[in-house]
């Protein structure tokens, strides 16, 4: 027997547990039964040992289930899967490289495909021969007639050996490419770009590809669609065997905005760039190398804080989350009263934002707790305790979320607001308007003023443990 070691970045979601682990022993002839899965923080002598663990999935083959919080380097994805004895290094091999999103093409064209594809061209680097795939854990209904933008992304990853989860694919359609001229006659026949917009579109010579792409953005290479467009199709480009020069056109840059090395504007378009021998247009490549480092374990964060705090209540209260933006993570939905599951919009008023009214955007907290034994909602924001009075001072901009989602949706509930924090050797709070610390030596810190909810959460985890 050995251990399954789940890694993320993300606050491990357990509909997403579930599916890693099915996938994981089908794939392994492994026979378990599920009782309801719960993670836990490992407490070691009464303080957490910056360690989780899955219950509720039980087989013979499968000594324990643990998971850490780790950071990614560069461009990463949001599960890395072993299964050792010993805790996972660099060196080790893992199963799987897994980018779980919530975001369909119903929502967004390009967050649902684009943006994050460039993570697989990232993790092939480190990790060439490890399964690859794209898991979608959908909120919202799925679109019933997905847009060309979408088959065509879905078709690149498949091309490069991503295999995508979570959605019902017809394999007639999203059928990975088998030639480059195959990927050029599809996008020559999708929908053009809005007027003003530079299309994205393939031109094929006898010694190179030109590819138009706008990479400018707010003075600098950071067009983040773009970049994970031309990633992926650069990529399915070499991988069906084109190797002569693919050129970016018409992308707005100048020699300036790109910098050098590994510091240059677009470090992460610039690596992908050396890595598929891509060419900018009436440009110099600067030579940008990939960090020796594809992830390390997360010592310093403020969501270690966060989302201890977040499973801790959830596995060992009756509370849970209607609202999750942890520090580096995936946004979520907001949870109304009755099941929906709804996109905060990012402004109070747009129009009165956009002609200079910064009042008006929405500032959210890091987190949003229910109590509904006590008829309380916890808005937490999450900070490092150094940080601690900025975050204090960041309470007072929730009166907008406060007005046009908590009373709307829970109106008979009161609403307090706290801080929670991750740093420090300390072991005690003075702040009154802090009321949870986990600190770098893993002591629970509870404020005497802590909503009732934490307060159980703590007790409950610490009798489990004892």
């Known amino acids: 027997m050995s251990t399954l070691w789940i890694l993320t970045e993300e606050r491990p979601k357990k509909e997403v547990l579930e599916v890693i682990l099915n996938r994981f022993a089908t794939d392994n002839k492994i026979s378990f039964f599920y009782s309801g899965l719960r993670i836990l923080p490992i407490l070691e002598n009464g303080k957490f040992s910056f360690t989780y663990e899955v219950i509720g999935f039980d087989s013979n083959k499968v000594k324990r289930i643990l998971l850490k919080t780790i950071t990614g380097t560069s461009s990463f994805v949001d599960y890395i899967i072993f299964f050792q004895d010993d805790e996972p290094t660099l060196k080790d091999k893992p199963l799987y490289l897994i980018e779980e999103t919530k975001t369909d093409d119903a929502e967004s064209r390009n967050t649902g495909v684009y943006q994050r594809c460039s993570k697989f061209v990232f993790a092939d680097y480190y990790y060439p021969n490890v399964q690859k795939i794209m898991l979608y854990s959908l909120r919202v209904g799925q679109k019933e007639n997905p847009t060309a933008t979408y088959v065509f992304g879905t078709r690149l990853l498949r091309t490069l050996g991503v295999e995508i989860l979570g959605k019902d694919l017809d394999d007639k359609i999203y059928k990975p490419f088998k030639s480059v001229d195959e990927i050029i006659a599809l996008k020559s026949k999708m929908r053009g770009a809005p007027k003003g917009n530079v299309p994205i579109l393939l ?264």
């Open 203 to 466: 031109t094929k010579y006898d010694e190179r590809i030109e590819v138009s792409a706008r990479l400018y953005k707010s003075g600098r290479l950071a067009h983040d669609p773009n970049i994970g467009a031309l990633s992926l199709i650069c990529s399915a480009l070499r991988k069906l065997g084109w190797d002569k020069d693919i050129v970016i056109t018409q992308h707005g840059l100048s020699q300036s905005q790109l910098g050098s090395g590994n510091k240059a504007t677009g470090a992460k378009f610039l690596t992908i760039a050396n890595k598929l021998e891509l060419k900018l247009q009436g440009l110099n490549v600067p030579v940008v190398s990939f960090k020796d480092q594809y992830w390390k374990y997360e010592k310093k964060g403020e969501k270690l804080g966060t989302i201890f705090i977040h499973l801790a209540v959830e596995n060992f209260t009756e509370g849970f989350s209607i609202f999750e933006n942890h520090a580096g993570c995936e946004k979520g939905y907001f949870k109304t009263a009755d099941g929906q599951y709804l996109s905060l919009e990012k402004y109070s008023d747009r129009d009165a934002y956009k002609a200079g009214d910064k009042t008006k955007i929405f500032h959210i907290p890091d987190l949003i707790m229910i109590d509904c034994g006590r008829t309380e909602i916890i808005n937490v924001e999450g900070k490092t305790y150094q940080n601690r009075f900025k975050g204090i001072e960041e309470l007072g901009n929730y009166d907008a979320i406060e007005e046009f989602y908590i009373k709307k949706f829970y109106p008979q509930y009161k609403i307090i607001r706290t801080v929670v924090l991750y740093g420090s050797k300390e072991r005690k709070i003075i702040e009154l308007k802090v009321s949870f610390l986990l600190n770098e030596h893993g002591d629970l810190v509870l404020s005497i003023q802590a909503p009732k909810l934490f307060q159980e959460a703590i007790k409950n985890l610490r009798d489990y443990w004892s």
